[in-house]
T-cell receptor, first 119, second 115 residues
């Protein structure tokens, strides 16, 4: 069965420093997608970044990058130059299939990591 | 562009009452998902639709829960009768099929409290 593990319930980082949030996954599929979402205290779920299992390069979106290590089945989120507004819960998620008509669409979420940025 | 719209944003009801949650997906998106978030179980998929057709409802907890998508721009999740253990945040999300990597965009959620 598919599984997402986030081992860090809570993390602290100093403003302007970089932080890595860990995510490991378990799947027997060759084709899958990995996502990171941010959930601030207001409660909405904000999409941050996506990595496909066949993507050869690590995904980047502004200050967010995904450190994808396929052999280790890890997809860590790196936030550079942390800002106070980055304080939130962060969820790693996985979906079977790369997309398109064969995609199951179902996202499996980890338990989340709470990040607090210190001024 | 308008994102996923959910209503109501907050709902407080008494046990045994019927609750209807509403969702308008992003225009042009052909997948719609209903998720539930609780402290105990985290985020879990309840049901999803493709082109208005339910594809996987294996996450629906029991017969008290039902979901419909009568057209491409509207979906409902109904709980009848509601119970205190249904208290949670219910999210609707939508996406569009692409060859690779469609992203699910979430609505703001409906915070449900059943007394």
């Amino acid at each position: 069965a598919q599984k997402i593990t986030q081992t860090q319930p809570g993390m602290f980082v100093q403003e302007k420093e970089a932080v890595t949030l860990d995510c490991t996954y378990d799947t027997s599929d060759q084709s899958y997608g990995l996502f990171w979402y941010k959930q601030p205290s207001s409660g909405e779920m904000i999409f941050l970044i996506y990595q496909g299992s066949y993507d050869e390069q690590n995904a980047t979106e502004g200050r967010y990058s995904l450190n994808f290590q396929k052999a280790r089945k890890s997809a860590n989120l790196v936030i550079s130059a942390s800002q106070l507004g980055d304080s939130a819960m962060y969820f790693c998620a996985m979906r079977e299939g790369q997309g398109g008509s064969s995609n199951t669409g179902k996202l499996i979420f980890g338990q989340g990591t709470t990040l607090q940025v210190k001024p | 562009d308008a994102g996923v719209i959910q209503s109501p944003r907050h709902e407080v009801t008494e046990m045994g009452q019927e609750v209807t949650l509403r969702c308008k997906p992003i225009s042009g998106h052909d997948y719609l998902f209903w998720y539930r978030q609780t402290m105990m179980r985290g985020l879990e998929l309840l049901i999803y639709f493709n082109n208005n057709v339910p594809i996987d409802d294996s996450g629906m907890p029991e017969d008290r829960f039902s979901a419909k998508m009568p057209n491409a721009s509207f979906s409902t999740l109904k709980i009848q009768p509601s119970e205190p253990r249904d208290s949670a945040v219910y999210f609707c999300a939508s996406s569009i099929a692409r060859p690779f990597g469609e992203t699910q965009y979430f609505g703001p959620g409906t915070r449900l409290l059943v007394l």
